[in-house]
Nanobody, 113 residues
Framework: QVQHVESGGGLVQTGGSLRLTCARS??????MGWFRQTPGNERSLVAN????????HYTSAVKGRFTISRDNAKNYVYLQMNSLKPDDTAVYYC????????WGQGTQVTVSS
């Protein structure tokens, strides 16, 4: 049974940084992604990364500010978030990409203005 546990969220001021960690158990997958969701909206892709870590994709809203990486030995995926903006406020989740496995609880990121 695949499980995802996200951590690292919190409250930060505009311009601040956070590093999110996703611990995946139950087997590795080639593409992993970070997603986010705000109340009343669907979950959307933030970034994804291939198994080797040399192919990444970012949604335009975060390009140049966020960096996705992974540690395959630990089956972890990270999201380094810099220059945070209030629009980045959301619950952040990780999953395979495309998302085919059970979702975790997510981690709340709140950016104050």
């Amino acid at each position: 049974q695949v499980q995802h546990v996200e951590s690292g969220g919190g409250l930060v001021q505009t311009g601040g940084s956070l590093r999110l960690t996703c611990a995946r158990s139950g087997g590795a997958t080639y593409f992993m992604g970070w997603f986010r969701q705000t109340p009343g909206n669907e979950r959307s892709l933030v970034a994804n990364i291939n198994y080797m870590g040399d192919v990444t994709h970012y949604t335009s809203a975060v390009k140049g500010r966020f960096t996705i990486s992974r540690d395959n030995a630990k089956n972890y995926v990270y999201l380094q978030m810099n220059s945070l903006k209030p629009d980045d406020t959301a619950v952040y989740y990780c999953n395979s990409f495309p998302p085919e496995d059970p979702w975790g609880q997510g981690t709340q990121v709140t950016v104050s203005s």
